[in-house]
Nanobody, 124 residues
Framework: QVQLVESGGGLVQAGASLRLSCAAS????????MGWFRQAPGKEREVVAA????????FFGDSVKGRFTISRDNSKNAVYLQMNSLKSEDTAKYYC?????????????????WGQGTQVTVSS
């Protein structure tokens, strides 16, 4: 079983940057594709980004392409989300998630493990 803990959220102004981290505990972190999702009040959860087990493949949601990057460090059991040029519409709770295999990594329903989330609030 994998346990995930997100950190790095906060309150920032539009145009600023934030880096979210997700620390994983449990065996075989490198077997898992990792994803970042977000959910704002009254809205459905949406995929932000995903990264394959060794980092060779990535996926980004349309709303964050060109602004966000995802990376991982398997030696540290960690995955990161670098968020640049933040907008008010990026305000949401951000969740880290893990799944076996890369197929379907854009779909939240495919993930097996989830963190508790970290709040990101962008003021305009």
């Amino acid at each position: 079983q994998v346990q995930l803990v997100e950190s790095g959220g906060g309150l920032v102004q539009a145009g600023a940057s934030l880096r979210l981290s997700c620390a994983a505990s449990g065996p075989s972190f490198s077997n898992y594709a990792m994803g970042w999702f977000r959910q704002a009040p009254g809205k459905e959860r949406e995929v932000v980004a995903a990264i394959s087990q060794r980092g060779e493949s990535t996926f980004f949601g349309d709303s964050v392409k060109g602004r966000f990057t995802i990376s991982r460090d398997n030696s540290k059991n960690a995955v990161y989300l670098q968020m640049n040029s933040l907008k008010s519409e990026d305000t949401a709770k951000y969740y880290c998630a893990a799944k076996i295999g890369w197929h379907g990594s854009a779909k939240g329903s495919m993930y097996d493990y989830w963190g508790q989330g970290t709040q990101v609030t962008v003021s305009s």
